[in-house]
């Protein structure tokens, strides 16, 4: 066992650091995300059809203050990133000058930027399968088996933001089954852990049962409607998530993992971690969690390279700067349309156009006479959140993924102004309809909202116990 280098605390704290306070100046930039408003307005629970209860929890508490203290967790968990980015190079044999590499380098990336923006689960993903894989790493090169113990106490907190953590464990164990070393799955200290994160996971695990496993109902729901996009997307999101200069050196961590015999593992996990997600057809982001520990075997490998001449300085500088015009709301909004980024960048469109919606939604709202008692109907969470936040005083509802079961229009509502893409359908479940107005944020940026009608809808035709059902969906 070799000793690990010193801590490169100086580099790695200021590129932590200079992280931090990018995205803390540029939390406000255009809006909230449509994410973000959504879970700000669901109640606390224990879970949720779509996700497990952390991040709703934190945006309720921490949403009605504006997007820069909603945005403090996820500006926290990207720097954390970070910094256990460059001590996993440290781990790996890295000295000063890898740990540099490796913190600055990942600093500059979209995961980074993008995922600590806005505060998502992909936030707290962000931090936490790098830390998982830390423990593992460290507990492998270093001797130091009670670290399993913390990996997967770690690993357990991660299933309250999302259960995708267990694809990271299957991987890792698979990977010890197929390419060893083997005796670590009969290790106490392994099968510790492993039970460890099993038992934190357990309240999570009770709610999937209770309720018939929403997690699965809505994986196969996001498969539905996604699965043509993510199958090809994600072979391009692999590229462009840490940058195509990085690629190689990504890459190169790949080789460097499979070169050692105790972790060898990782490249199964990867492996494997691809192979679901191309599978489940869900969403295409998910193997960008086990990245960051592939750069930083990458750079550790190619540290001597990197260090020679210009060339790769300009590469990492040049791949920070399109990451932080792409990932961060630099421009102005009003000339956004005017780019790619809004189609490079979902979460920059959907974050555009939020108050002038509503707005609009309430302009048609206050128009009928009070003696209506009109509620507002949209057809997706980011509308309904948005005209919470904006509107409190104006009754919203919605079908879409848990707001579908946090309430609905009382059996006496018989007015509705309904917003969005399900009118066409929702037109047929009310005697008359009449669109008043169609949204528009005045920026040209495309999004979701962009264009979709804002009707008033009289007289169920059937009660809303009967209606009520007929606008469920999960996307």
Same mark, same amino acid.
């Given at each position: 066992?070799?000793?690990?280098?010193?801590?490169?605390?100086?580099?790695?704290?200021?590129?932590?650091?200079?992280?931090?306070?990018?995205?803390?100046?540029?939390?406000?930039?255009?809006?909230?995300?449509?994410?973000?408003?959504?879970?700000?307005?669901?109640?606390?629970?224990?879970?949720?059809?779509?996700?497990?209860?952390?991040?709703?929890?934190?945006?309720?508490?921490?949403?009605?203050?504006?997007?820069? @203290?909603?945005?403090? #967790? !996820?500006?926290?968990?990207? $720097? +954390?990133? *970070?910094?256990?980015? =460059?001590?996993?190079?440290?781990? %790996?044999?890295?000295?000063?000058?890898?740990?540099?590499?490796?913190?600055?380098?990942?600093?500059?990336?979209?995961?980074?930027?993008?995922?600590?923006?806005?505060?998502?689960?992909?936030?707290?993903?962000?931090?936490?399968?790098?830390?998982?894989?830390?423990?593992?790493?460290?507990?492998? @090169?270093?001797?130091? #088996? !009670?670290?399993?113990?913390? $990996? +997967?106490? *770690?690993?357990?907190? =991660?299933?309250?933001?999302?259960? %995708?953590?267990?694809?990271?464990?299957?991987?890792?164990?698979?990977?010890?089954?197929?390419?060893?070393?083997?005796?670590?799955?009969?290790?106490?200290?392994?099968?510790?852990?492993?039970?460890?994160?099993?038992?934190?996971?357990?309240?999570?695990?009770?709610?999937?049962?209770?309720?018939?496993?929403?997690?699965?109902?809505?994986?196969?729901?996001? $498969?539905?409607?996604?699965?043509?996009?993510?199958?090809?997307?994600?072979?391009?999101?692999?590229?462009?998530?840490?940058?195509?200069?990085?690629?190689?050196?990504?890459?190169?961590?790949?080789?460097?993992?499979?070169?050692?015999?105790?972790?060898?593992?990782?490249?199964?996990?990867?492996?494997?971690?691809?192979?679901?997600?191309?599978?489940?057809?869900?969403?295409?982001?998910?193997?960008?969690?086990?990245?960051?520990?592939?750069?930083?075997?990458?750079?550790?490998?190619?540290?001597?390279?990197?260090?020679?001449?210009?060339?790769?300085?300009?590469?990492?500088?040049?791949?920070?700067?399109?990451?932080?015009?792409?990932?961060?709301?630099?421009?102005?909004?009003?000339?956004?349309?005017?780019?790619?980024?809004?189609?490079?960048?979902?979460?920059?469109?959907?974050?555009?156009?939020?108050?002038?919606?509503?707005?609009?939604?309430?302009?048609?709202?206050?128009?009928?006479?009070?003696?209506?008692?009109?509620?507002?109907?949209?057809?997706?969470?980011?509308?309904?959140?948005?005209?919470?936040?904006?509107?409190?005083?104006?009754?919203?509802?919605?079908?879409?993924?848990?707001?579908?079961?946090?309430?609905?229009?009382?059996?006496?509502?018989?007015?509705?102004?309904?917003?969005?893409?399900?009118?066409?359908?929702?037109?047929?479940?009310?005697?008359?309809?009449?669109?008043?107005?169609?949204?528009?944020?005045?920026?040209?940026?495309?999004?979701?909202?962009?264009?979709?009608?804002?009707?008033?809808?009289?007289?169920?035709?059937?009660?809303?116990?009967?209606?009520?059902?007929?606008?469920?969906?999960?996307?």
């Amino acid at each position: 066992m070799v000793a690990a280098a010193p801590v490169a605390r100086r580099s790695v704290a200021a590129a932590a650091l200079t992280v931090f306070v990018v995205l803390t100046l540029t939390s406000n930039g255009y809006g909230f995300d449509r994410d973000e408003l959504y879970f700000a307005m669901l109640h606390p629970a224990w879970g949720y059809v779509d996700q497990p209860p952390l991040v709703p929890l934190l945006a309720h508490a921490l949403g009605g203050s504006g997007p820069w @203290l909603l945005r403090l #967790p !996820a500006s926290l968990c990207a $720097a +954390g990133s *970070v910094v256990v980015t =460059a001590l996993t190079a440290r781990e %790996l044999g890295g000295d000063a000058r890898a740990q540099a590499w490796t913190a600055w380098g990942y600093a500059g990336t979209s995961a980074v930027l993008t995922f600590g923006h806005v505060l998502l689960t992909s936030s707290a993903d962000l931090l936490l399968w790098p830390l998982v894989s830390l423990l593992v790493i460290r507990a492998e @090169l270093r001797h130091r #088996p !009670a670290l399993w113990l913390v $990996a +997967g106490a *770690v690993a357990g907190a =991660a299933t309250y933001n999302k259960l %995708l953590i267990g694809w990271l464990l299957a991987g890792l164990a698979l990977g010890y089954l197929l390419v060893g070393p083997r005796d670590r799955l009969r290790s106490p200290w392994v099968i510790g852990g492993s039970a460890l994160a099993l038992l934190l996971a357990v309240p999570n695990l009770a709610y999937q049962i209770a309720n018939g496993w929403p997690q699965l109902e809505m994986g196969q729901a996001l $498969a539905d409607n996604n699965a043509d996009f993510t199958r090809w997307f994600m072979w391009v999101f692999l590229v462009v998530i840490l940058g195509p200069p990085l690629v190689v050196v990504w890459l190169a961590g790949v080789r460097e993992l499979w070169w050692r015999p105790e972790l060898r593992c990782f490249v199964v996990a990867f492996g494997l971690v691809v192979g679901l997600t191309f599978g489940a057809a869900a969403q295409p982001h998910y193997p960008a969690f086990l990245m960051p520990t592939l750069f930083a075997a990458g750079v550790v490998a190619m540290v001597d390279q990197l260090d020679r001449g210009w060339l790769w300085r300009g590469l990492f500088a040049a791949n920070a700067a399109v990451s932080l015009v792409v990932s961060l709301p630099l421009l102005p909004v009003g000339v956004l349309a005017r780019t790619p980024i809004p189609d490079m960048n979902i979460v920059a469109a959907d974050s555009v156009g939020w108050p002038a919606y509503v707005d609009q939604i309430g302009a048609v709202h206050d128009s009928l006479p009070a003696s209506d008692g009109a509620v507002v109907v949209t057809s997706n969470y980011g509308e309904a959140g948005a005209i919470a936040h904006y509107r409190p005083d104006v009754a919203v509802y919605s079908g879409q993924n848990s707001l579908y079961d946090q309430a609905r229009p009382a059996d006496d509502v018989t007015t509705v102004v309904f917003v969005g893409g399900q009118f066409e359908y929702a037109e047929g479940l009310f005697a008359s309809c009449e669109i008043r107005d169609r949204l528009d944020s005045g920026t040209d940026v495309d999004n979701e909202e962009q264009g979709v009608p804002v009707a008033v809808c009289r007289d169920p035709l059937e009660p809303w116990s009967n209606t009520w059902p007929r606008l469920r969906h999960l996307d």
